[in-house]
């Protein structure tokens, strides 16, 4: 802005003085002419005024305009060396181009492949984590019961059947020593009615005895008496006789509950065993019992929280496939660069052409033009294929595959 | 002699305490204590086990034969004086909910 005001305010000066001289030239041819021909005097002045101000405003525009005539060369064919330059510059990538092309497929076709069964195995991946995450979440819910505790499933069913077992056994054993001690006790009283029999077997012994020593009397008598008691002492004898037997049969029933006794007291010994159980057994079994329980629940609730833990991960990796699965779209990405490489490179072979076409132009400014034109299509092709890369990139976001 | 009964000076009460072992060993003893006309008319049974140190299923059973023997009076059997041990086999056979055990 400074620069055309300067620019501007020169031309003003010029054009001011060129004014004044023309004014003074005016005045002074006005006084030598006469008035017939003032008119056209007037009219000259006011030309050439004319011509100033069109010529000082014109000006600017035409310091700009006749800048390239000053650079512009004559006409000139493209010199020999330059042209043997772009000729093998031109070979050279015709020879380098269709490979390029070719590869360029080459490496779609290979990312495509690699790709697809990169998407099969994930796709595996994620399937398979999703059973395994399912299981543990079974599982976990099997473990945890309606109202909340995690043993129910695996071991409380199993402590509760052990200390059943534990309590049947202790209310046999409650019940069997209950019996033993009735039986017992009945024994017992067995034993005193025996001791009992004893002594009436000692008086019945008693009464035979005397019965004998009776009869014995009763015979001295018989005798004494002669013939007359000759009955009498057939009758003692018999009675003597009678008191033997029961003598006998007295020791025989003594022998036979002395027997009994001994049985019984046998008895007793065997009720006794079978009634005392040991007590201190039967407790340690309830704490091993109780200690069972404890470790069970840590071991189920270790279960649990390892189940737990698994399902989590499961489901991490779950997300962590989907991620990959998703990341896996880069795959449209290097089709699209793909496209964009190859069409690029197919334009180039067709400038290519165009160039070579160029270099029989015997004029070098028309070279240089059309060159320039050229350059600025490559330009803006390239920052078109810019913009593409650097859109596939952001529209992939948090993806860190490039 | 293992097992010993005081009746109290009103007589009312009759205490039976048992020394050491209360096993087998002591099954008739126990049982005189409790069978007789001084414990039938006694109105409180009072087992003192202060001087118990162990006991066995039988001493269980013999505890039930006597409560059977005694029921018919209708009156209170307390035991009273357990140790740890002791308390823990009432515990476990249910026995606290058959006896008053102090």
């Known amino acids: 802005m400074m620069l055309i005001k300067e620019l501007m305010s020169k031309f003003y000066i010029k054009a001011a003085l060129a004014w004044v001289l023309t004014i003074l030239a005016s005045i002074i041819i006005l006084k030598e002419v006469n008035d017939e021909v003032r008119w056209l005097v007037v009219m000259l002045i006011t030309g050439v005024s004319l011509f100033w101000t069109v010529l000082f405003i014109q000006r600017p525009e035409k310091i700009e305009n006749s800048l390239p005539d000053e650079v512009v060369p004559g006409k000139q064919p493209l010199p020999e060396k330059i042209q043997a330059y772009f000729t093998s510059l031109i070979s050279f990538s015709r020879q380098e181009i269709p490979p390029l092309i070719k590869s360029m497929k080459q490496i779609n076709d290979v990312v495509l492949d690699a790709n697809s069964t990169l998407h099969q195995s994930f796709n595996g991946l994620a399937e398979n984590a999703g059973k395994q995450g399912r299981l543990l979440q079974d599982i976990i819910s099997k473990l945890h019961t309606d109202n909340g505790t995690s043993n129910d499933f695996i071991f409380d069913k199993f402590t509760k059947d052990t200390a059943t077992v534990l309590e049947h056994y202790v209310e046999l054993s409650l019940n069997v020593s209950d019996k033993g001690i009735e039986a017992a006790n009945k024994v017992q009283d067995m034993m005193v009615h025996l001791d009992e029999m004893f002594e009436l077997l000692q008086s019945v012994k008693y009464i035979a005895d005397q019965t004998g020593m009776l009869a014995l009397n009763a015979s001295i008598e018989a005798a004494r008496a002669g013939e007359a008691g000759k009955g009498f002492a057939v009758v003692a004898n018999e009675v003597k006789k009678l008191s033997e037997q029961s003598v006998k049969l007295n020791d025989a029933i003594h022998n036979n509950v002395n027997l009994s006794r001994k049985s019984l007291e046998e008895t007793n010994e065997i009720v006794g065993k079978i009634a005392s159980l040991e007590m201190l057994d039967v407790l340690d079994a309830k704490d091993n019992l109780d200690n069972m329980i404890v470790d069970l629940n840590h071991v189920s609730e270790s279960v649990l929280d390892s189940l737990q833990t698994s399902s989590t991960v499961a489901t991490a990796i779950q997300n962590d496939v989907s991620q990959a699965v998703m990341a896996l779209q880069y795959e449209d990405m290097v089709s699209q660069l793909n496209v964009h490489v190859k069409s690029w490179l197919q334009s180039f072979e067709s400038d290519i052409a165009s160039m070579e076409s160029l270099l029989t132009e015997s004029d070098v400014s028309v070279i240089v033009t059309a060159m320039n034109e050229l350059l600025n299509k490559k330009i803006s092709q390239g920052i078109a294929l810019q913009s593409a890369v650097s859109s596939s990139s952001v529209d992939e976001g948090d993806v860190d595959l490039f | ?102």
């Open chain 2, 1 to 102: 002699m293992n097992v010993e009964s005081v009746l109290s000076e009103n007589g009312l009460t009759l205490t039976i305490s048992i020394w050491g072992e209360f096993n087998f060993m002591v099954l008739n003893e126990f049982r005189a204590a409790y069978n007789n006309d001084t414990a039938r008319s006694a109105k409180n049974i009072i087992i003192d086990l202060r001087k118990t140190e162990t006991i066995d299923s039988s001493a269980l059973g013999m505890l039930l034969n006597m409560q059977r023997s005694l029921k018919k009076s209708n009156r209170e059997i307390r035991i009273i004086n357990c140790n740890e041990v002791v308390k823990r086999i009432f515990a476990i056979t249910h026995f606290d909910k058959k006896f008053v055990i102090e």
